[in-house]
């Protein structure tokens, strides 16, 4: 198995609740249904204050790395993170276990 995990930052200026942030996170909450490659999916936002906090976090796994690359290039997955592009940007860790 493969964990692929994801922290987003707000670019300076926007909110969460900023109508793109929020389109942003219900396109990716919306992934667990629409990808078959995803064995677990969990999302949402960060609830801390501290500085060194991002906003936003993904945490799911895949079967391996055909899995992942599946996932990474599925029409869904490339549309939630064009709409992250324009508002944030991201860090990964991809990792077997």
């Known amino acids: 198995m493969i964990r ?15 109508p793109q942030a929020v389109a942003g ?3 990716f909450a919306d992934l667990a249904g629409q990808i078959e490659e995803l064995r677990s999916w969990e999302c949402g936002w960060n609830i ?19 899995a992942l690359k599946r996932y990474l290039e599925h029409p869904a997955h490339q549309a ?18």
């Open 48 to 66: 801390t204050e501290r500085p060194i906090a991002y906003d936003f976090a993904i945490n799911s796994a895949v079967e391996d790395r055909d």
């Open 4 to 18: 692929h995990l994801v922290l987003f930052k707000l670019n300076e200026g926007v909110r969460r609740d900023d």
């Open 80 to 97: 939630a993170a064009a709409q992250w592009r324009e508002f944030g940007t991201w860090v990964i860790a991809d990792y077997e276990f």
């Open 25 to 27: 996170a219900r396109a």
